[in-house]
């Protein structure tokens, strides 16, 4: 509690303070000295600021069918085929993470019951996401004659 209540310069060495934030936020370097749960939580993170450019291009469409974020052009072909990559990775995440609460027991995983629900409630949204791109990509392919950049 003392420490909380010492006053932090938190403008000070602004230079180390971004490099911090890149490398542990972004880079979850902390996460990553664990590689079984790092890389879990490495790819859903990801995995949802790539997801970021799929749920931009909804909300626009929500509002403006036609909107497409192809105008970007081969840029936009790579996302699309890193998002649906990275799904994938984000799908076996979600699967490795409740094998290791469920079936593997990690003892740090174990806590009372609502934690675990309150885990796999979060896990399943997130696999709600993942599984929901897929399907808007899957339709958005099956209604241009599978290909993105074409309009109907």
């Not at 749920?55 to 509002?63: D, N």
């Not at 899957?138 to 950049?149: C, D, W």
């Amino acid at each position: 509690m003392k420490v909380g209540k010492k006053k932090d310069d938190r403008f000070d060495n602004p230079g180390k303070r971004i490099i911090n934030v890149l490398k542990i936020a972004f880079g979850q370097s902390k996460l990553l000295r664990d590689p079984s749960a790092g890389l879990v939580h490495f790819f859903i993170f990801w995995g949802f600021m790539l997801f970021l450019f799929a749920v931009i291009e909804a909300i626009i469409q929500g509002f403006y069918s036609p909107f497409s974020l192809s105008f970007l052009g081969p840029v936009y072909s790579v996302i699309t085929l890193i998002q649906d990559l990275i799904g994938v990775m984000v799908i076996i995440a979600i699967a490795w993470a409740l094998l290791r609460r469920f079936v593997f027991r990690i003892p740090r995983l174990q806590v009372d019951k609502s934690g675990s629900l309150d885990a796999v409630f979060i896990l399943m949204l997130i696999f709600i996401v993942v599984v929901s791109m897929f399907g808007q990509n899957m339709a958005g392919f099956a209604s241009n004659n599978f290909s993105p950049h074409k309009k109907c």
